[in-house]
């Protein structure tokens, strides 16, 4: 896909700058965000995925009121590849997005969009960061079940991923304490583990 810089509709309207006060571009491990952008066009599969976590990295560092439409746009561009590990990356940069965002952002809603169209992603690592970062969202139906349905993942990654996830979710995560029982009887000795330590945390008996 190419990368052309096209920035949302409302870049059009809004003015738009990044850098800092002295008109330096900023950096990240010694790049800008331009020659992290040049890499993920460029590199080979580990580097386009080692540029992709730089720019979500980069952007968590970066993002402030006069910048934020670039770096939602980059973020988005990422989500866009057509490299799984690249829409990771971008996914868990927007999850990282919203939280940079005043609650009555009109931006706060954008990722949410896009996050929404990832819990259908082809990849269950992209879906289930979808569904984690979902969790300030209002309508939380669609990503629960995203993650309750990773539960099942025939891959011990992709549950321990999902149990993670639900944990991070705290008292959000009830609907899905019957699931989490499920996989303390997992036959991974580290998924039984980690759900029984998410139950736990939901009822209050973790240390």
């Not at 896909?1 to 870049?11: E, N």
């Not at 954008?110 to 929404?116: F, H, I, M, T, V």
């Not at 991070?168 to 019957?178: L, S, Y």
């Amino acid at each position: 896909m190419s990368r052309g810089r096209f920035l949302l509709a409302a870049a059009c309207v809004i003015p738009i700058t990044i850098g800092s006060a002295s008109g330096d571009e900023p950096q990240f491990l010694g790049r800008t965000r331009e020659q992290w952008a040049e890499q993920l066009e460029s590199g080979q599969r580990r580097q386009r995925s080692h540029a992709a976590w730089a720019i979500q990295e980069f952007a968590a560092t970066q993002i402030d009121s006069e910048n934020h439409l670039i770096w939602l746009n980059e973020l988005l561009l990422l989500c866009e590849s057509n490299s799984p590990s690249v829409r990771y990356w971008g996914t868990v940069g927007l999850g990282r997005f919203i939280g940079k965002q005043e609650p009555a952002s009109a931006l706060r809603s954008k990722a949410p969009e896009a996050l929404s169209r990832l819990l259908k992603d082809l990849s269950p690592a992209v879906r289930i960061a979808a569904a984690d970062a979902l969790l300030p969202a209002r309508d939380k139906a669609a990503a629960l079940a995203v993650l309750v349905e990773s539960l099942s993942h025939p891959q011990d990654a992709v549950r321990i991923q999902a149990i993670t996830a639900l944990a991070r979710w705290g008292e959000a995560a009830r609907p899905a304490v019957a699931s989490l029982r499920k996989a303390t009887a997992d036959s991974s000795e580290y998924v039984k583990r980690i759900a029984t330590r998410a139950l736990a945390k939901l009822d209050g008996t973790s240390p």
